[in-house]
Each structure stands twice: as structure tokens, then as C-alpha cells.
């Protein structure tokens, strides 16, 4: 069936919610489904009790859905904007993503952070960062980033499943994407990387948007005979590197691209990675697609200028062909 | 104002004694640097960890604080679990990954110290909705400390207890000082139990000194909670005896505060009580203190003679799944 990307998290939410009554949701405004309709109707099927309209309390949100986790429900904790996560950022970092360890393994901690990210439609300071870096940075924590509406969907089931704290990137500007997703009920792993396009020539390790930006890419440079292959590793905490290497093995050359600033990122974690794994097999330096160091600007050529995009793929593949 | 029954007091009296004892074993240990990082004790405050502990159910949860051994004792839990992990042994109860500041039993409820403060009180309304939507009939109490009323958590957690009428209890333990920041310098209004008022629910002020007030007002609170009315605020007014850590030179206070709470002494209260009603005669109460003892010292002679962890055992224990190697 064709869905979009925020129709299958629907769904995804919807089919969780039927199958284990301990699973439930909370967010501002996820009654009536705001700011982007993934949660829209769940109240028709599910009701008050299990889909929570929350103050605009994000430690409470965040903290209560630890105290939830840890006694025997699965909550479902809809950011809003990542960029909130900020106002929890103790919830997250300290209780969440510690407390099992601390803890000796006593806690099971079975929870799903929604992270509704990314740049566009001049969204701002507050409102456009990617973050995942900071999380898998923070030992403890999942960190799973779909691009396409399959991956979302089954990304965002296995998320609901898993005994620990998984976030779940959701790149704001992928909501309304089109595309096939099965009609049976298909778990994507973590840790499962997957081929967008296959290619001999260069490969771009791609996340979520930038997903997109590079198949454009692809099209574009396979007109004059480059053949790029586009991996998404769909997680970043657990990684596939075995899916990543044999990439290279093929290639040979690497681009890793993301929307993340550059410094300190994902990106910087992915390259390093495959420098490790398949340094011998590296016929050029890898090359990376990443965002200026500075906040998201508001107006929009501004913001045009920091989001990466296919063009600077293209120039990075040139690049690592040179 | 309702009393506990006689054995329930004297039950009261031994569990004091029990935090008591091992709080003053476990600063000496520190001293004799047996027991690795920063200390934070409770001794003084005995009162409010028990009479908290006395109106709980075994299956009731516990929030607690960087001060939180007495709340773990009072709970009921493990004196060689608990001894073990402030050694950081292997067999110590988080396996020596928490510590004083990061221990939690849950067999027992007690569902963590915190290093963060107030951090509790957020964690608190989601244990409350859990045992809503499980009808379980259980209560949950966080702790935390006057200097923690100050911070956004708090004011967050109190605030969805109350809209959404959950099953908690805060206590709030006010011991007058936020590390070395006098309560009077740092809180606005003065009253932490005045705070309730703005969120609807009962706010009130106990003597923390006097565990059968604790008892009594705790009591009404997880009553209320199980009726499904809804959390209450407690702040219960005690005195730090000792330093905010252990070696703390507390150049902030001068001696008569200690003087004050020694003179207070929650636990001679009570003996005084229960010697004044019959209840307590020295041979018993020295029977209790023999059997407190032997129980500390066995803790103690379980955590000298456990084995340290490996250190690769920092490894474990991060996640419930994890089968890649990456």
C-alpha cells in the first residue's frame, strides 16, 4: 500500500497499541494530532487513558515516562520538536539512559522517544536542529533514524518492542513522502542497514533526508556514468558496520552525509567508522556532507545555504573520485 | 491525628536505630577510606525515612535522593546488598556500577537514589500513572530535599500528580541546607508545604524530628492516594547532624544547630515515649540494639570479604538487548 511517512507511524502506533494494552502515548497536543498528524484519531481508538494530552511540562513528560517504563507500562513520548528535548535533557541523559546500568540491571526501561527533527520551512533556531548526535553520544540509549515510510513504520514497532530506550528521528520534512509500504505487518531491526541503490562506484552513507537528497544525487550523476550506491543504516545505535564495510568493499571510495552540523556529529562517528573497518580497502580519502557549525538561520535563503542537499553530494562524490 | 500501635512503634524505634547505626558505621568505614567517593549521611534524620517507611506497603515504590541510605533501610532493604555496593563490590545489589549516590533495590520498591536533585519528583507521576492504569492500589513517594524545591522538576511533578490525580506522595526533607546554601537564602516564600496550595492539593508541615507526626501525616497522604484523591505534600522539618559529605567542614553553621538537633534526637524521643508508657525498658531497648548491631556488622563482614568486580564488568548491564558487537 502506498502510505506517507507520517501515516505509517500511524499506524505503526495503532497496530502496537492493539497489540500490547501497556503501550500508550503522550505529548502536547497528540490528541488532536499537532503539529504533524502522526498521532491524529488514536483518541477515537484509544481513548484518554492511553493516549495523554500532557502540559507543556517536558521534564514531567519525559521523566513520567520513565517512572511508567520502569513499572510496568510502554510509553510512547512524542517530542514535538526534538530541539525540546533540552528541557528534559536530565530525564534523558541521567534517568533514561542510566539508570539500568546503575543500577546493575535491575530496570527494564522499555520506551520510545518520537524526535520530530530537521531544517525546513524556516523553522528556526528552536525548531530545525538534528540532534541525534547528542544521544549517540549517551551510552544506554537507541538511537534509530528511518528515511522512507516502511522503515518508519517498522523502525518505530521494533522501537515500541525493544526492553530499552530507543529514540526515533523523524525528519520533520519527510512526513508527507509517499511511498510503499507492506501490507503485512513487517518489523524493521536495529541495526540493519539497507541498500537504498545499488552502485559500484562510490558509496554515500546517507540518514533520513539526506537519504533522499543523495538518490536524487545518484539519478543525477548516473547520467554521466557514476554509479553511487546509497546506504542507510536505518540506526545508528546498534550499527550494521558489516552492511557498511561490504558497501565499501565494492566502492571503495565513501561519502557520509547527514543535515547534522559538522562538528562532532554522526557523520563524524560513521567516517570514523569506516575508516577502522575497511581502511585498506579506501582508495581516497572519505569525504563528508554535513551542516556549517551554526545554528539553523530563520529566513530563507539563510537556511537554504546551511541545509545540505543532492548538489553537495554530487560535489562530494566528485571529490572522492578526483 | 491518628498513633501507631505500640509495636508498631517500637518497630519504628529498632528501624531508626537500624539507619542510625549504619549511617555512623558506614561515615567510619569512609574515614577509614574502606568505602570509595563522596558520602552523603542521614544521620539526625532517621525520623522522616521511617515514619515514611512505616506507612508503606512492601510493594510500594520509593523515590529517593543523593541521602538516601536510610530510605533504603527503612524500606526494608538489603543491609549486605546495600553495604556491598557502597564498597563497590561485585556482589554489592547494582553490582558496584551505582554506588551510594545511584543504588536502587527494586525487590523492595525502592526504585533509585538519585544524583540529580529533584529528579524524583518527575519520575514519581509516571509511577503514579502506571499504577493507575494497573489498579494496583499501590502508592509512590519521592523524596527530596529543600534545596531541591527550587528546581523546575518539582514544580513540574507536583503539577501532573495533581491534574491527572495520581498516587503520589512527596516528602520533602528539609534539613535546612542545600549543600553549604542556608534554606533562608535560597527559597523564596519560606514554606515549601505553602507550594501545594497553588496546585490544589493538601500541603503540610510536620515536625521531621518526630516520627510518629511522619508517620501520622505520610499515613493520611498514602490514604488519600489509594483512594484515588490524588498526591499530598509533606515537608517534614529536620536537622542535618553531620556535613553535606562526609569531610564536609561545614565552615557554614556554627555548632549549636548540631547542639539543637542532638538535643532533638529523633531517636532518644521516642525511647523517651515509649520508656514513659511501658513500652521500653533498658534490657529491651539494649536487646534492640544488639540485634541492630550484629545485623550491621554481618553487612559489613559480607562486603570486607566480597570479591571486587572485574574490570571488564563495566561492560555489562547497559542494555536488556544488545546482541550486535558494534
Not at chain 1, 93 to 119: E, V, W
Not at chain 1, 166 to 173: G, I, K, N, S
Not at chain 1, 182 to 204: I, N, Q
Not at chain 2, 23 to 32: D, G, T, W
Request: charged share 25%; proline share 6%; net charge negative.
Amino acid at each position: 500500500m502506498k502510505l506517507d511517512f507520517g501515516d505509517a507511524l500511524n499506524l505503526a502506533l495503532r497496530e502496537e497499541m492493539r497489540r500490547d494494552p501497556r503501550v500508550y502515548c503522550i505529548g502536547e497536543d497528540i490528541v488532536l494530532g499537532l503539529p504533524f498528524g502522526v498521532t491524529k484519531g488514536l483518541i477515537d481508538e484509544f481513548g484518554p487513558d492511553r493516549v495523554l494530552n500532557a502540559p507543556i511540562s517536558e521534564a514531567a513528560i519525559v521523566g513520567s515516562a520513565f517512572g511508567a517504563a520502569v513499572t510496568g507500562l510502554v510509553p510512547v513520548v512524542d517530542m514535538h520538536f526534538a530541539d525540546f528535548v533540552t528541557c528534559a535533557m536530565d530525564e534523558v541523559a541521567n534517568q533514561i539512559a542510566k539508570s539500568r546500568y546503575m543500577f546493575g540491571g535491575q530496570l527494564d526501561c522499555p520506551l520510545t522517544l518520537r524526535m520530530p527533527y530537521g531544517i525546513g520551512k524556516s523553522g528556526g533556531g528552536h525548531h530545525s536542529n538534528s540532534v541525534e548526535a547528542w544521544f549517540v553520544n549517551l551510552p544506554g540509549l537507541k538511537v534509530a533514524i528511518p528515511s522512507t515510510p516502511a522503515d518508519a513504520r517498522g523502525l518505530l514497532k521494533t522501537a515500541i518492542r525493544d526492553p530499552d530506550p530507543v529514540l526515533v528521528f523523524e525528519h520533520r520534512a519527510l512526513y508527507r513522502v509517499v511511498g510503499d509500504v507492506p501490507e503485512a505487518e513487517v518489523l524493521v531491526p536495529l541495526g540493519a542497514a539497507d541498500v537504498k541503490r545499488p552502485g559500484r562506484d562510490v558509496t554515500v552513507i546517507a540518514t533520513a533526508r539526506m537519504v533522499h537528497e543523495s538518490l536524487e544525487a545518484a539519478r543525477r550523476l548516473a547520467e554521466e556514468g557514476v554509479e553511487v550506491e546509497v546506504v542507510d543504516p536505518r540506526s545508528l545505535v546498534p550499527l550494521d558496520r558489516e552492511t557498511l564495510a561490504a558497501s565499501v568493499r565494492r566502492t571503495h571510495r565513501v561519502v557520509v552525509a547527514e543535515e547534522g552540523v559538522m562538528r562532532g556529529s554522526a557523520g563524524a562517528w560513521l567516517a570514523w567508522v569506516v575508516m577502522e573497518d575497511s581502511f585498506d580497502e579506501l582508495d581516497a580519502p572519505i569525504a563528508r556532507v554535513a551542516a556549517p557549525n551554526v545554528p539553523i538561520p530563520f529566513s530563507p535563503p539563510l537556511e537554504s545555504f546551511v541545509m545540505p542537499a543532492a548538489d553537495d553530494v554530487i560535489a562530494a562524490v566528485r571529490h572522492v573520485l578526483k | 491525628m491518628s498513633a501507631p500501635g505500640p509495636e508498631l512503634m517500637v518497630e519504628m524505634y529498632a528501624a531508626m536505630l537500624r539507619v542510625r547505626l549504619f549511617e555512623e558505621r558506614a561515615r567510619e568505614l569512609f574515614q577509614r577510606g574502606r568505602i570509595p567517593g563522596f558520602l552523603h549521611t542521614s544521620v539526625g534524620q532517621e525520623a522522616v525515612a521511617v515514619g515514611v517507611a512505616a506507612a508503606l506497603r512492601t510493594d510500594d515504590y520509593v523515590l529517593s535522593t543523593h541521602r538516601g541510605h536510610g530510605h533504603l533501610v527503612a524500606k526494608g532493604g538489603s543491609l549486605r546488598g546495600l553495604m556491598a555496593e557502597l564498597y563497590g563490590k561485585a556482589n554489592g545489589i547494582c553490582h558496584g556500577k551505582g554506588g551510594t549516590m545511584h543504588i536502587a533495590d527494586v525487590s523492595v520498591g525502592y526504585l533509585g537514589a538519585n544524583g540529580v536533585l529533584a529528579s524524583g519528583c518527575v519520575v514519581a507521576p509516571g509511577v503514579g500513572l502506571s499504577i493507575k492504569q494497573r489498579r494496583s492500589g499501590q502508592v509512590v513517594v519521592t523524596f527530596f530535599g529543600d534545596g531541591a524545591a527550587n528546581r523546575g522538576p518539582f514544580h513540574e511533578g507536583v503539577n501532573l500528580s495533581a491534574l491527572w490525580t495520581l498516587p503520589v506522595v512527596f516528602v520533602c526533607e528539609n534539613n535546612r541546607w542545600a549543600s553549604s546554601t542556608a534554606h533562608t537564602r535560597s527559597t523564596a516564600g519560606g514554606s515549601i508545604a505553602a507550594r501545594a496550595a497553588g496546585y490544589g492539593i493538601p500541603g503540610e508541615s510536620v515536625d521531621g524530628n518526630d516520627v510518629v507526626a511522619v508517620w501520622d501525616a505520610v499515613m493520611r497522604a498514602v490514604e488519600r492516594a489509594r483512594r484515588g484523591d490524588g498526591p499530598s505534600l509533606i515537608e517534614a522539618h529536620t536537622i542535618r547532624w553531620v556535613g553535606h559529605f562526609e569531610g564536609d567542614p561545614q565552615a557554614y553553621r556554627g555548632k549549636d544547630e548540631v547542639d539543637e538537633g542532638r538535643r532533638r534526637d529523633p531517636i532518644a524521643r521516642l525511647e523517651r515515649v515509649l520508656t514513659e508508657h511501658g513500652r521500653l525498658d533498658a534490657a529491651h531497648a539494649a536487646r534492640i540494639r544488639e540485634s541492630v548491631v550484629a545485623e550491621i556488622e554481618d553487612a559489613v563482614a559480607h562486603a570486607e570479604a566480597s570479591p571486587l568486580p572485574r574490570g571488564e564488568d563495566a561492560l555489562n548491564d547497559l542494555f536488556a538487548y544488545y546482541p550486535w558487537a558494534d
